[in-house]
């Protein structure tokens, strides 16, 4: 006679913790799987399957503990309804009623979050588990060791990840984090004022503007922000960091290449031309966030370049709100928007590791990244949670997740923060002072060399 669904679980649940008893909580291999990045974060075939039979449902397994303390970014005051935080409450409440352990949740500030990570958990005085956090923080808590190396079978059917989100929660091979969601950004439209959205760049400024009226505009990003910037000289052939064998070469910088120096001159005649017509904020760097967000929601931008983040916000205003694809470049390439994996972590210097493990193994489950999905409409980093009802019924997850598969990895090592940093400073030198073609080869060639000082190993 076969096992019951609820005996099969329980088997699970106890292999998983005689695992990681015997495997400890340092050093043990990672499980990845995959070594493509290609093709492996857009969602499968779009079938409903039964939230509870799915892989990846991750039954709780314990041992139960006094209390986990869990950071988080995510606040209760958070735009929308749910939000991140009422859904990670949700499934941690759930975590608490099948193990008895306590979760007591607190909210750090995004701004405040790394430092205080960096501060506290020497001392004792951290979280047991945090996150969601996105991967390019990843590498920044892998260096001072505050990251644990997730052991061997601690997650449970590691295959139900998509390849990428396994290699962007993972350094040097080593998974660090369960991975949750996959981002990027993608062109974000008023469906009231495009009914079709443009596939090319051509397409994108005649429609543009023909919809510049007084105060509004058709088109409008930061074009000063690095992260919205990438999709460009990625693009463009450009590149920040090598990526032989699954390990970021910070000695091998493409910013300069003649890819690069095409994207600075493409986004530097993007406002002088106006191609396509834009309002001059975007190149004011301390309000270019804000006030392009603001008149998108009041109806005074048609088309943006934004996240998933955005979407509670627009919805919230009232605004039709549409997603396509970034449109592709004059080149006739697409754009190629960094890619991005938000994960849970559990602090090394923790005393309830195991309890921290297990945890992170229920919170990166398929039910519980179905209901994060509710709240944040980023790709779920499970296959089977990508094919849940309620996932696979919205509009635009194909779209995110097509846009995230032609996108590329946005390195996870210490040095991006300076890159970001650097990269700013020499493209307030090229934009805002429309710098002449013959300067700007100059311009990152110095990029890279400052890059190179400050952050090559």
């Known amino acids: ?50 939230q509870a039979a799915a892989p990846g449902g991750n039954t709780p397994a314990g041992p139960m503990v006094d209390q986990l303390i869990f950071w988080t970014r995510a606040s209760p005051d958070d735009v929308g309804s749910p939000n991140l935080f009422t859904q990670i409450k949700s ?42 956090v996105a991967h390019d923080w990843l ?55 495009v ?38 000289f990625l693009g463009f052939g450009s590149y920040i960091f090598g990526y032989p064998n699954q390990t970021w070469d910070t000695n091998d910088i493409g910013l300069n290449n003649p890819g690069g120096v095409e994207a600075a001159r493409f986004l530097r005649d993007m406002y002088w031309l106006d191609m396509p017509d834009m309002p001059d904020v975007v190149i004011d760097r301390a309000n270019m966030h804000g006030v392009i967000e603001g ?26 709100y549409g997603v396509a694809l970034l449109p592709t470049l004059p080149n006739g390439q697409p754009m190629k928007p960094f890619v991005g994996v938000q994960s849970m972590l559990v602090s090394a ?7 921290a493990l297990d945890f992170i193994n229920f919170m990166s489950g398929t039910d519980s990244l179905a209901a994060v999905f509710a709240a944040d409409r980023k790709v779920p980093a499970r296959i089977s949670a990508q094919q849940v009802e309620s996932v696979a019924s919205d509009p635009w997850i194909e779209t ?33 002072t429309n710098a002449p073609d013959d300067q ?6 110095q990029l890279v060399e400052q890059i190179r000082e400050e952050t090559a190993g």
């Open 1 to 50: 006679m076969s096992d019951s669904p609820f005996d099969s679980a329980l088997s699970r649940r106890d292999s998983r913790r005689d695992l990681l008893k015997q495997a400890g909580v340092a050093g043990a291999a990672a499980v990845v799987a995959g070594s493509s990045l290609a093709g492996t974060v857009a969602a499968q075939e779009a079938t409903p399957v039964d």
């Open 91 to 132: 499934r941690a409440d759930a975590y608490t009623a099948a193990t008895g352990t306590p979760i007591d949740i607190q909210t750090v500030p995004d701004a405040d979050f790394r430092a205080r990570m960096s501060a506290a958990a020497p001392g004792g005085e951290g979280p047991d588990v945090f996150g969601p």
């Open 139 to 193: 590498g920044e808590f892998v260096v001072q060791q505050i990251a644990l190396p997730i052991p061997a079978g601690a997650i449970d059917t590691p295959e139900d990840f998509t390849a990428a989100s396994m290699q962007l929660s993972s350094v040097d091979g080593q998974l660090y984090g369960a991975p949750m969601e996959v981002e990027s950004v993608a062109l974000i439209y008023n469906a009231d004022l």
């Open 195 to 232: 009914p079709t959205p443009p596939t090319t760049w051509d397409e994108l400024v005649q429609m543009s503007n023909g919809l510049r009226n007084g105060e509004t505009y058709g088109f409008g990003f930061p074009l000063l922000e690095q992260y919205h910037e990438a999709g460009f």
């Open 295 to 320: 008149m998108t929601e009041a109806g005074q931008v048609a088309m943006t370049i934004n996240g998933p983040w955005r979407i509670n916000p627009l919805a919230t205003a009232g605004v039709n």
């Open 349 to 355: 210097y923790s005393e309830k590791q195991e309890a």
């Open 400 to 432: 995110w997740a097509r846009q995230a598969e032609l996108g590329q990895p946005m390195p996870n090592v210490p040095a991006m923060s300076r890159v970001f940093t650097l990269w700013g400073g020499i493209m307030d030198a090229i934009i805002p």
């Open 440 to 445: 700007i080869q100059g311009f990152l060639d």
